[in-house]
């Protein structure tokens, strides 16, 4: 852009003759006239995005939808037992994706990993209009949990297992679906 002080030095008649060499010469006389159309042929087009959930089935959402809520309790499971939280950004996001984390790096600065089997059945609850949210409900049968040392392998502790039920939130963000959060409930 030319700067004011320079135009305005220029005075009326150069000015003119400025805006004329701008001028186009296509057939529209340099007035717009939006055709769709990028010189004379379409637009070019990015790679398309894949479908949205809401434009997908029902049973479409639910499958991908409870598919990743599994994938996340595989990189949960998978943090605990070796301390290492960065599987879970894939699957997770905050608030939840925070929390686990620190509790994870807690866990590990003091010297302990987790093990532990839980049995999933999760079922979804209910979702958005536009099928971006969805609430998965699980029951989540815990079978055993073991705490271990980093230094010896020793076992440190065991914990009886048990039922609770759990609800979480899957937002569909990035082209993806990802748990942000997750609340334990009474027993079931």
């Not at 030319?2 to 340099?30: N, Y």
């Not at 987790?114 to 979804?124: A, E, K, Q, Y």
Request: include cysteine.
């Amino acid at each position: 852009m030319w700067p004011a002080r320079f135009l305005r030095s220029l005075g009326p008649v150069a000015m003119a003759a400025l805006l004329t060499a701008c001028a186009s010469d296509s057939p529209s006389g340099g007035t717009f006239q939006p055709t769709g159309r990028y010189g004379g042929e379409a637009a070019p087009t990015g790679p398309s995005a894949p479908p949205g959930p809401g434009t997908l089935p029902v049973s479409q959402v639910e499958a991908q939808v409870l598919a990743r809520y599994r994938e996340y309790h595989k990189a949960y499971k998978n943090a605990y037992e070796t301390g290492d939280p960065s599987s879970l950004t894939t699957v997770a996001m905050d608030p939840l994706l925070t929390s686990v984390t620190k509790d994870v790096e807690r866990t590990h600065a003091k010297g302990e990993i987790w093990r532990f089997t839980n049995v999933l059945n999760p079922r979804v609850k209910g979702r958005s209009k536009d099928n971006s949210l969805v609430i998965v409900i699980d029951c989540v049968r815990t079978l055993g949990t073991h705490r271990f040392s980093t230094r010896t392998g020793k076992r440190l502790g065991s914990y009886p297992g048990g039922t609770n039920i759990q609800e979480s939130l899957m937002k569909y963000a990035g082209g993806t679906w990802t748990i942000s959060d997750t609340k334990l409930g009474k027993r079931c």
